[in-house]
Antibody
Framework: EVQLVESGGVVVQPGGSLRLSCAAS????????MHWVRQAPGKGLEWVSL????????YYADSVKGRFTISRDNSKNSLYLQMNSLGAEDTAFYYC????????????WGQGTLVTVSS | QSALTQPRSVSGSPGQSVTISCTGT?????????VSWYQQHPGKAPKLMVY???KRPSGVPDRFSGSKSGNTASLTISGLQAEDEADYYC???????????FGTGTKVTVL
């Protein structure tokens, strides 16, 4: 069974930093591209970032470019999101999601971790 | 990249059909056959319902169908059931750098 489990969501002050993790199991992790998608409470989904299986390229939404860094460790079946210069607009549930290589949809999702940016 | 436009809400009685539209531009919905649809129940993670405009993952009932015409994609739920009450989001690939854009979301209510 495919499982994605996010962790690391906490309350952080504006301007602060945070690192989210996503532990994957039940599938061959390095056959999949991985994404972060976020959802502000009561709002819609927003794609955040993508990293392919080998990390050969990385893409970010304009809203996080220059502040967030996605990475992965295939030896640990783990995905990460380093978040810097956080603002209130970054308050959201952060989901990790998996895409089979050369597909353009998110076929598995984690349950999400809540990041709250507040003083 | 602006969010794709979806109706805020649609509703129908059990057994009826509802259709949710998802309008974008030639840079996203109209430019690629890579539209997907996700169902999200309150407090839950999104679930893939349709991919590549009209394909269904295994396990998704054939009551769910997708289509596209020009810059507008659609999700139709036929034979509406109580468990279909949820939020639905479309998503389109937009090319390499911006990658993906989601729709604004539609709440489906089963009357």
């Amino acid at each position: 069974e495919v499982q994605l489990v996010e962790s690391g969501g906490v309350v952080v002050q504006p301007g602060g930093s945070l690192r989210l993790s996503c532990a994957a199991s039940g599938f061959t992790f390095d056959d999949y591209a991985m994404h972060w998608v976020r959802q502000a409470p009561g709002k819609g989904l927003e794609w955040v970032s993508l990293i392919p299986w080998d990390g050969s390229y990385i893409y970010y939404a304009d809203s996080v470019k220059g502040r967030f860094t996605i990475s992965r460790d295939n030896s640990k079946n783990s995905l990460y999101l380093q978040m810097n210069s956080l603002g209130a607009e970054d308050t959201a549930f952060y989901y990790c999601a998996a895409s089979s290589s050369w597909t353009y949809y998110f076929d598995s999702w984690g349950q999400g971790t809540l990041v709250t940016v507040s003083s | 990249q602006s969010a794709l436009t979806q109706p805020r809400s649609v509703s129908g009685s059990p057994g009826q059909s509802v259709t949710i539209s998802c309008t974008g531009t030639s840079s996203d919905v109209g430019g690629y056959n890579y539209v997907s649809w996700y169902q999200q129940h309150p407090g839950k993670a999104p679930k893939l319902m349709v991919y590549d405009v009209s394909k269904r993952p295994s396990g998704v009932p054939d009551r769910f169908s997708g289509s596209k015409s020009g810059n507008t994609a659609s999700l139709t739920i036929s034979g509406l059931q109580a468990e279909d009450e949820a939020d639905y989001y479309c998503c389109s690939y937009t090319g390499h750098y911006t990658s993906y854009v989601f729709g604004t979301g539609t709440k489906v209510t089963v009357l």
